[in-house]
Nanobody, 123 residues
């Protein structure tokens, strides 16, 4: 089993920045890590993913140029640096990890999920 723990959420004014962290522990045989978010009353949506070797990275169009995903393999940690935050970025952000390759923007490709961390950008 893999345990994922997110941290770094909070409330920030529009235009501000936050960095989310996702630390993996346990049987850390994972091939890719993704971030998803779910706003109140909305469906969970893909935000970004990174393969563990960092050869593949992708983002949803809404965050391209503002968010950066990265990983520190020595710390088993993946980061999501979020800049120029907007009120529409308000959501619970979830870290997810998987080892069976699939369509990495689909939540169904991920076997492990964190508990989520709230990000709020007041309008």
């Amino acid at each position: 089993q893999v345990q994922l723990v997110e941290s770094g959420g909070g409330s920030v004014q529009a235009g501000g920045s936050l960095r989310l962290s996702c630390q993996a522990s346990g049987r850390t045989f994972i091939n890719f890590v993704g971030w998803f978010r779910q706003a109140l009353g909305e469906r969970r949506e893909f935000v970004a993913y990174i393969t563990w070797n960092a050869e593949m990275i992708d983002y949803v169009d809404a965050v391209k140029g503002r968010f950066t995903i990265s990983r520190d393999s020595a710390k088993n940690t993946v980061y999501l640096q979020m800049s120029s935050l907007k009120p529409e970025d308000t959501a619970v952000y979830y870290c997810a990890a998987g080892y069976m390759r699939g369509v990495l923007s689909n939540a169904s490709s991920y076997q492990y999920w964190g508990q989520g961390t709230q990000v709020t950008v007041p309008s």
